[in-house]
């Protein structure tokens, strides 16, 4: 496994970069900082292409307000209110938006170190976050492992592990932005097939944040159980597409995408998500056991969080994100799937991101 530097933060630290590889010439390039995924150059008939948006070095990322690649949490999206209550106490937790907790406050995951484990081979990585209590206001000592593993199928595979020593909240994700025409492209994604195996998904307010109600995508532009284009019906006339400025919601999936068994291990069954290019030479998979995705076409991308990759600058819609989850704003919303973690239990979900040539 390659490992080279990767920057200094403002901290002084030094960034790292690890690179993982396939027999099939797939690399994948993780860094330590924020646990993010920089780079998936995947070997494709026309060429190796990486098809994830990002940035050269360690300041770019701290300094880009987009989330890009990294590993979100503790709690992904929103929490209502910056507060929680667990057992009959009430915490307040770091409000970074109007009128909520966002992506874990001010420096989630997404903006601190992760220490290295370990490595397997050439193909795998494993991080720990240890996040001492009430950082950002999140109870309880949580110690998060996140395992990133390059198979020769052409996945990477993602497992988020974790106990905690007090109830705390978890709900972690990786909010990687993908351009199957690649990362140097100028073409956006609005051309791009999608499916989600989702009958339902989450009603937004007008701060994109879940009201609890479920609504059934049937008959509705937020319908992709069937390929649609991107952009066919983004920017139509339908209250939730407007309320975001184009697709931003959460999707309940249906189960059996990935089927866990003992020991650790698990089955493939459907992909819950499938993304192609244009003219269908380029496909994406997404399998996982998590109950949600949030479906994000980068509506908020600009030029003016600075450069991207090889000088390259950013534009709507140049990407999507298909963020595997709970659904987000879940303690305020009792009919959602719980994210609450005791002592004595353990995190443990995965999600698949597969690259068929």
């Known amino acids: 496994m390659e490992i080279r530097p990767f920057g200094r933060t403002d901290d002084g630290r030094e960034a790292r970069l690890f690179t993982l590889k396939n027999s099939n010439g797939m690399e994948v390039d993780i860094t330590d900082f924020g646990g993010i995924i920089r780079a998936i150059r995947v070997p494709y008939a026309d060429g190796i292409t990486d098809v994830v948006l990002g940035y050269d070095d360690a300041a770019g990322y701290e300094e880009g307000t987009e989330y890009i690649g990294a590993t979100v949490g503790p709690s992904v999206g929103q929490i209502r209110d910056a507060r929680i209550e667990l057992d009959g106490v009430i915490y307040e937790l770091t409000k970074n938006g109007p009128a909520f907790n966002m992506h874990g406050g001010e420096k989630g995951f997404s903006y601190r170190y992760f220490e290295f484990e370990g490595a397997q081979g050439d193909s795998s990585i494993t991080l720990r976050k240890v996040r001492p209590h009430l950082e950002e206001g999140f109870p309880g000592q949580l110690d998060l492992k996140v395992t990133f593993t390059l198979t020769d199928a052409n996945e990477l595979v993602i497992r988020y592990e974790a106990v905690t020593d007090r109830p705390t909240v ?146 709507p819609r140049q990407a999507l994100c298909l963020e595997t989850q709970f659904p987000t704003n879940a303690p305020a919303c009792p009919n959602f799937p719980s994210i609450v973690l005791r002592p004595g239990e353990k995190y443990d979900k995965i999600t698949v991101y597969r690259f068929p040539v």
């Open 170 to 315: 978890l709900n972690v994700t990786n909010h990687s932005y993908f351009n199957l025409d690649g990362c140097m492209s100028d073409k956006d994604i609005l051309d791009h097939y999608l499916t989600i195996d989702a009958g339902t998904y989450s009603e937004t307010d007008g701060y994109g944040m879940p009201t609890g109600n479920i609504i059934p995508v049937a008959g509705t532009p937020m319908d992709f159980r069937t390929p649609h284009t991107v952009g066919e019906r983004i920017d139509a006339d339908y209250e939730a597409l407007k309320l975001t400025g184009g697709y931003d919601q959460n999707y309940d999936l249906h189960p059996g995408s990935l089927v866990r068994e003992a020991a650790g291990t698990y089955t493939l069954g459907s992909p819950c998500c499938t993304v192609e290019n244009w003219d269908h030479t380029r496909r994406m998979e997404v399998y996982t056991d998590y109950p949600g995705v949030q479906l994000y076409a980068g509506n908020s991308l600009y030029t003016d969080m600075g450069a991207g990759k090889g000088g390259k600058g950013f534009f």
